[in-house]
């Protein structure tokens, strides 16, 4: 019985490309996605394709001047859906997907190739001001609000003259109400970083032991339960956010995967316990959230620490030869994934059975 | 799976340049090898050490056998790193012709209910001159907060001004070294009082921060209503799932404000079931029979909380209306049998007071 109810993962379409594409997301409301990435001559790929009938038609393509690394939907409302994007030479762009020519909103955010984007506060309400956060090689994290034109929200970068380290990773976190929104940062030398943006103060730090590739809060729009952190090295962290101790911090798990780079994680929008990493073998590890039978414990002095659950794995399979790239979710269907690998291959998966945990 | 901490117990993985094999450094005989052996096996170790010798091939080749210990291993320890193996994904041909055809038609339907929302989305968008959504003002940082830890260089150079050369005498002749603990002592204390007032105070600010939120429908096009609202629910039911009931009330009841969905009011009835407000969830199930009177699960759940307010005639009376609906619901069934055997002891309860006050 156990052995039936097991998620399957099933390849259901594939398209190759003739570029290397870094990240695909769903269109919100649609059965079509946006690819992008980098084409030989340096130029960047834009396109958008439909499923329909099992197959993957090209709806519509342009060329970009510089090479996309990274977008998002997030900040965007439904009846928008415009996408920002993040490109090679640290430029942030928001495109209406009905004419994506030109973007409409276009900032030269970053001195360097922003490596992550996030979104926030699009399709919500009383969650917030809708936001992009970027973090780029240049070592600072920045965040933008569509209607502000040339000049960031906020900044987060290390003091003039001290070591500027490889931002990787981003994601905001925390927005369960007008006010409150917290921003983690990952970092290449193992850093983690949680800036809270109402208090403009860093929330809390920590060092993993790999520099820190892929990085999700489990919901953006709940008080902040859970963070996944995915290194080199095979390695993925989860923190309980519920508590956390003035000296311990947050309580976490480490777990070892992919035998390889874990290059990102993504939860189901359906279902916050159950997530996916992606490694740099081309591997899919599909994982599940348990909680422990109680949440925090209160030590003898008084203050309370929190307790952490444990990881179960419900599927592991090799997807490609070469390192995946992007993964996404679709919010419209519970088990539709988008995957684009270095392999130039874009593939939609379908993840049976997952309504059943 | 450790706890802050990466924990190896299992069985490091053999040497390459190893001359000895598997079999003989795991101390295992060979007719352990076998079907008999393995089905019957319950020792999670030694299985572990099967599955790796047969595994390398050592002993020769034995697809099924290979299959036979992993299975029991999964039986024995689910969590084995040695089951972490990933295998290959399984692709539309691999499946069987009658899953296939069930995974296309459901995927076929889904493109097709897509292009109809989608479709929706931009006619309501188009129609008619919607005002923009009211949004939250733009962020104006007071100050860029620096990635640097500036508190901690602070505290760094107080440190600095405080302590002593050790050429300066007069100094020391001054310096007590109980008044200095106790100082320590102090600040230690200090400390901890601060820490518990910040969780405190974090406590009670996600508790007051949970308020409703003011929905102007008007604004919105019915789709990216319903979108909204689904999506409030699901995150409703994960907060559920988790034991956090004060959250999935609040989520469930702004998912009703966007969308009177009866998922959400029967979702929200059970919630309120669980915080012991019973009368609400009665209520809850009400809307929901108004529009679905043969709703099994708003039923059962209004007889859960009848039962809870004991008052046992109305909860008998929704757990025989679920079972008119779905004759074989256990939950009904066990629920009768135990209500209708305390409806008697009661009676009789009551007929021996009525008799000792007429």
Same mark, same amino acid.
């Given at each position: 019985?156990?052995?039936?109810?097991?998620?399957?993962?099933?390849?259901?379409?594939?398209?190759?490309?003739?570029?290397?594409?870094?990240?695909?997301?769903?269109?919100?409301?649609?059965?079509?996605?946006?690819?992008?990435?980098?084409?030989?001559?340096?130029?960047?790929?834009?396109?958008?394709?439909?499923?329909?009938?099992?197959?993957?038609?090209?709806?519509?393509?342009?060329?970009?001047?510089?090479?996309?690394?990274?977008?998002?939907?997030?900040?965007?409302?439904?009846?928008?859906?415009?996408?920002?994007?993040?490109?090679?030479?640290?430029?942030?762009?928001?495109?209406?997907?009905?004419?994506?020519?030109?973007?409409?909103?276009?900032?030269?955010?970053?001195?360097?190739?922003?490596?992550?984007?996030?979104?926030?506060?699009? $399709?919500?309400?009383?969650?917030?001001?809708?936001?992009?956060?970027? =973090?780029?090689?240049?070592?600072?994290?920045?965040?933008?609000?569509?209607?502000?034109?040339?000049?960031?929200?906020?900044?987060?970068?290390?003091?003039?003259?001290?070591?500027?380290? $490889?931002?990787?990773?981003?994601?905001?976190?925390?927005?369960?109400?007008?006010?409150?929104?917290?921003?983690?940062?990952?970092?290449?030398?193992?850093?983690?970083?949680?800036?809270?943006?109402?208090?403009?103060?860093?929330?809390?730090?920590?060092?993993?032991?790999? =520099?820190?590739?892929?990085?999700?809060? $489990?919901?953006?729009?709940?008080?902040?339960?859970?963070?996944?952190?995915?290194?080199?090295?095979?390695?993925?962290?989860?923190?309980?956010?519920?508590?956390?101790?003035?000296?311990?911090?947050?309580?976490?798990?480490?777990?070892?995967?992919?035998?390889?780079?874990?290059?990102?994680?993504?939860?189901?929008?359906?279902?916050?316990?159950?997530?996916?990493?992606?490694?740099?073998?081309?591997?899919?590890?599909?994982?599940?959230?348990?909680?422990?039978?109680?949440?925090?414990?209160?030590?003898?002095?008084?203050?309370?620490?929190?307790?952490?659950?444990?990881?179960?794995?419900?599927?592991?399979?090799?997807?490609?030869?070469?390192?995946?790239?992007?993964?996404?979710?679709?919010?419209?269907?519970?088990?539709?994934?988008?995957?684009?690998?270095?392999?130039?291959?874009?593939?939609?998966?379908?993840?049976?059975?997952?309504?059943?945990? | 799976?450790?706890?802050?901490?990466?924990?190896?117990?299992?069985?490091?993985?053999?040497?390459?340049?190893?001359?000895?094999?598997?079999?003989?450094?795991?101390?295992?005989?060979?007719?352990?090898?076998?079907?008999?052996?393995?089905?019957?096996?319950?020792?999670?170790?030694?299985?572990?050490?099967?599955?790796?010798?047969?595994?390398?091939?050592?002993?020769?080749?034995?697809?099924?056998?290979?299959?036979?210990?992993?299975?029991?291993?999964?039986?024995?320890?689910?969590?084995?790193?040695?089951?972490?193996?990933?295998?290959?994904?399984?692709?539309?041909?691999?499946?069987?012709?009658?899953?296939?055809?069930?995974?296309?038609?459901?995927?076929?339907?889904?493109?097709?209910?897509?292009?109809?929302?989608?479709?929706?989305?931009?006619?309501?968008?188009?129609?008619?001159?919607?005002?923009?959504?009211?949004?939250?003002?733009?962020?104006?940082?007071?100050?860029?907060?620096?990635?640097?830890?500036?508190?901690?260089?602070?505290?760094?150079?107080?440190?600095?001004?405080?302590?002593?050369?050790?050429?300066?005498?007069?100094?020391?002749?001054?310096?007590?070294?109980?008044?200095?603990?106790?100082?320590?002592?102090?600040?230690?204390?200090?400390?901890?009082?601060?820490?518990?007032? %910040?969780?405190?105070?974090?406590?009670?600010?996600?508790?007051?921060?949970?308020?409703?939120?003011?929905?102007?429908?008007?604004?919105?096009?019915?789709?990216?209503?319903?979108?909204?609202?689904?999506?409030?629910?699901?995150?409703?039911?994960?907060?559920?799932?988790?034991?956090?009931?004060?959250?999935?009330?609040?989520?469930?009841?702004?998912?009703?404000?966007?969308?009177?969905?009866?998922?959400?009011?029967?979702?929200?009835?059970?919630?309120?079931?669980?915080?012991?407000?019973?009368?609400?969830?009665?209520?809850?199930?009400?809307?929901?029979?108004?529009?679905?009177?043969?709703?099994?699960?708003? %039923?059962?759940?209004?007889?859960?909380?009848?039962?809870?307010?004991?008052?046992?005639?109305?909860?008998?009376?929704?757990?025989?209306?679920?079972?008119?609906?779905?004759?074989?619901?256990?939950?009904?069934?066990?629920?009768?049998?135990?209500?209708?055997?305390?409806?008697?002891?009661?009676?009789?309860?009551?007929?021996?007071?009525?008799?000792?006050?007429?």
């Amino acid at each position: 019985m156990e052995k039936l109810a097991k998620p399957i993962i099933v390849c259901h379409a594939e398209q190759s490309v003739d570029y290397t594409v870094f990240d695909a997301k769903w269109i919100p409301c649609s059965a079509k996605f946006v690819a992008l990435g980098s084409k030989p001559r340096n130029t960047g790929a834009l396109q958008i394709y439909e499923l329909s009938a099992g197959k993957l038609n090209l709806v519509k393509q342009h060329e970009q001047p510089n090479p996309i690394k990274c977008s998002t939907f997030k900040a965007s409302s439904l009846r928008e859906r415009y996408l920002a994007t993040g490109d090679f030479k640290g430029r942030m762009c928001i495109y209406d997907l009905e004419d994506a020519s030109t973007p409409v909103y276009k900032v030269e955010g970053h001195k360097q190739i922003i490596n992550a984007i996030d979104g926030v506060g699009g $399709d919500t309400i009383g969650c917030g001001a809708p936001e992009i956060l970027t =973090g780029s090689r240049d070592g600072s994290v920045k965040v933008w609000d569509p209607r502000q034109k040339d000049r960031p929200v906020a900044i987060m970068e290390p003091f003039e003259g001290d070591q500027r380290r $490889d931002c990787w990773s981003v994601a905001f976190g925390n927005s369960h109400n007008n006010e409150d929104r917290v921003v983690a940062a990952g970092y290449d030398n193992g850093d983690v970083k949680m800036f809270d943006l109402r208090a403009m103060a860093l929330r809390w730090e920590s060092t993993l032991k790999f =520099g820190v590739c892929g990085l999700e809060f $489990d919901r953006r729009d709940i008080p902040m339960n859970k963070l996944v952190a995915t290194t080199l090295k095979s390695r993925v962290y989860v923190f309980d956010l519920r508590t956390q101790h003035p000296k311990k911090g947050f309580s976490y798990l480490v777990e070892k995967a992919h035998s390889s780079t874990v290059w990102l994680v993504r939860h189901l929008p359906q279902n916050r316990e159950l997530f996916m990493t992606a490694g740099g073998n081309g591997s899919l590890c599909l994982w599940k959230y348990e909680y422990p039978p109680k949440r925090k414990v209160q030590g003898a002095d008084g203050i309370e620490e929190g307790v952490i659950g444990s990881l179960n794995l419900l599927q592991n399979n090799i997807l490609s030869s070469q390192p995946i790239s992007s993964l996404d979710w679709s919010t419209d269907k519970t088990g539709l994934g988008l995957i684009t690998s270095f392999d130039q291959t874009i593939r939609v998966i379908l993840t049976t059975k997952l309504n059943l945990y | 799976m450790g706890k802050g901490k990466e924990e190896d117990d299992e069985i490091p993985p053999p040497k390459q340049e190893q001359s000895e094999n598997l079999l003989k450094k795991y101390d295992i005989p060979v007719e352990h090898l076998s079907f008999e052996y393995v089905k019957e096996c319950n020792d999670s170790k030694e299985i572990e050490r099967i599955v790796r010798i047969l595994r390398s091939g050592e002993e020769g080749c034995y697809p099924d056998l290979t299959r036979c210990a992993e299975e029991r291993l999964g039986q024995l320890k689910p969590r084995s790193r040695l089951l972490y193996d990933p295998k290959p994904v399984t692709s539309r041909s691999m499946l069987g012709p009658d899953e296939r055809k069930q995974l296309d038609s459901e995927l076929d339907s889904w493109t097709r209910e897509m292009r109809t929302r989608e479709y929706d989305l931009e006619e309501e968008a188009n129609q008619t001159q919607r005002p923009p959504i009211p949004r939250p003002a733009i962020r104006r940082s007071p100050r860029e907060p620096k990635l640097g830890a500036d508190a901690r260089d602070e505290a760094a150079n107080a440190k600095e001004r405080r302590r002593l050369a050790s050429c300066d005498y007069a100094a020391w002749d001054r310096y007590d070294a109980e008044t200095e603990v106790s100082k320590i002592d102090l600040r230690a204390e200090r400390e901890l009082a601060e820490a518990k007032r %910040l969780q405190e105070r974090r406590k009670h600010e996600l508790a007051s921060s949970r308020k409703e939120v003011a929905i102007e429908k008007s604004l919105l096009t019915g789709t990216e209503l319903s979108v909204m609202a689904t999506r409030e629910r699901e995150k409703g039911n994960e907060a559920f799932r988790a034991g956090d009931y004060a959250e999935a009330l609040q989520l469930y009841t702004t998912s009703i404000a966007m969308d009177c969905d009866i998922a959400a009011y029967n979702n929200r009835a059970m919630t309120h079931i669980k915080l012991r407000n019973y009368e609400k969830a009665i209520k809850d199930c009400q809307t929901v029979l108004e529009v679905d009177s043969m709703n099994v699960k708003a %039923l059962l759940r209004r007889a859960l909380a009848f039962e809870h307010l004991e008052k046992s005639k109305e909860a008998i009376k929704d757990y025989e209306a679920a079972l008119n609906v779905d004759p074989n619901n256990k939950t009904a069934i066990a629920a009768l049998n135990k209500l209708k055997k305390y409806d008697d002891d009661t009676d009789s309860v009551r007929l021996t007071i009525e008799e000792i006050y007429d």
